[in-house]
C-alpha cells in the first residue's frame, strides 16, 4: 500500500469498540488532518444503503423532513 497508492495517508479498522490496526503513511501522523470529501461520500452512501435495507427510509426520492424544533 505505502508504495503504491500515494494518497493514502491513513489506514484504520475498529472492532467491537477497539482498534485493530492503524497505520500511518507518506509522512501522516495519526492526528493530522487531511482532505476526506470523497471517503465522506462514501460513507454517507454505505450509510443510505444500510438505512435502506432496515427500512428506516423507503427510497432515494424520500425527503427528509426539516428539522423544526
Known amino acids: 500500500m ?3 497508492e500515494s494518497n493514502i495517508c491513513q489506514i484504520a479498522a475498529i472492532k467491537d469498540g477497539r482498534p485493530v490496526l492503524s497505520e500511518t503513511y507518506h509522512g501522516y501522523s495519526k492526528d493530522d488532518c487531511c ?6 461520500k462514501s460513507i454517507v452512501g454505505l450509510l443510505i444503503g444500510i438505512a435502506i435495507d432496515q427500512k428506516k427510509i423507503g427510497i432515494l426520492e424520500d425527503l427528509v423532513p426539516p428539522d423544526n424544533g
Open 35 to 40: 482532505h476526506i470529501a470523497s471517503a465522506t
Open 2 to 4: 505505502k508504495d503504491s
